[in-house]
């Protein structure tokens, strides 16, 4: 009996230490499920489809190339001051492919069709964008740090899917399958576009 008592005394006087433990960074799934509620927690930042690449508050991104026909960017565009979201005032402009903004901020907020959607707001040319993060990797428009990158991409302004066709041109080429004026021309029209 006395063990059990001295025992449960130590207990009581031995304070446990609690471990903290860093927040993990938000998901899209978690992003798309939850929506704006999870804006508080993006101080712990923002897992990207890419294992590995988060994105926090602060950070430098490198912009790819815009993905409409003339170059400007689809998934990024100034926002009139004070709002977040749904109001677009207009495209980023092409001659920002390739280059970096730095995140003032991270923001979770519908998108024109509803859906919660993540949001890197930053400043360039004294204006305010945002850029929907998860499409603009997509589209190429945001281009992960290089050593995220596939080994295959070739430029920093050129999208995922133009650096994949690449290798599958140069793969080509070193097989034999197309010569050397085919895969340079196909080559000059997957740059051009």
């Known amino acids: 009996?006395?063990?059990?008592?001295?025992?449960?005394?130590?207990?009581?006087?031995?304070?446990?230490h609690a471990q903290s433990v860093a927040p993990k960074p938000l998901t899209g799934e978690q992003v798309a499920r939850q929506g704006q509620a999870l804006n508080a927690q993006l101080a712990s930042g923002y897992q990207t489809?890419?294992?590995a690449w988060v994105i926090h508050q602060g950070d430098t991104l490198q912009l790819g190339r815009g993905a409409r026909p003339d170059k400007t960017f689809v998934h990024a565009y100034a926002?009139?001051?004070?709002?977040?979201?749904?109001?677009?005032?207009?495209l980023l402009a092409?001659?920002?492919?390739?280059?970096?903004?730095?995140?003032?901020?991270?923001?979770?907020?519908?998108?024109?069709?509803?859906?919660?959607?993540?949001y890197g707001l930053f400043a360039a040319g004294g204006q305010s964008y945002q850029l929907a993060i998860e499409p603009a990797i997509k589209a190429g428009e945001l281009l992960p740090p290089v050593r995220y990158?596939?080994?295959?991409?070739?430029?920093?302004?050129?999208?995922?899917?133009?650096?994949?066709?690449?290798?599958?041109?140069?793969?080509?080429?070193?097989?034999?399958?197309?010569?050397?004026?085919?895969?340079?021309?196909q080559k000059k029209k997957l740059l051009d576009h």
């Open 49 to 51: 489809p890419i294992d």
């Open 1 to 16: 009996m006395k063990i059990l008592l001295v025992l449960l005394l130590g207990l009581v006087t031995c304070p446990v």
């Open 149 to 185: 990158r596939p080994s295959a991409q070739a430029s920093p302004a050129l999208p995922v899917v133009a650096a994949r066709e690449l290798a599958r041109l140069k793969a080509q080429l070193a097989a034999g399958t197309i010569s050397e004026a085919e895969f340079e021309a």
């Open 79 to 90: 926002r009139p001051q004070g709002t977040k979201g749904r109001a677009k005032a207009g």
């Open 94 to 118: 092409a001659g920002y492919s390739g280059k970096e903004v730095i995140v003032d901020e991270l923001t979770i907020a519908p998108n024109q069709a509803g859906e919660s959607i993540l």
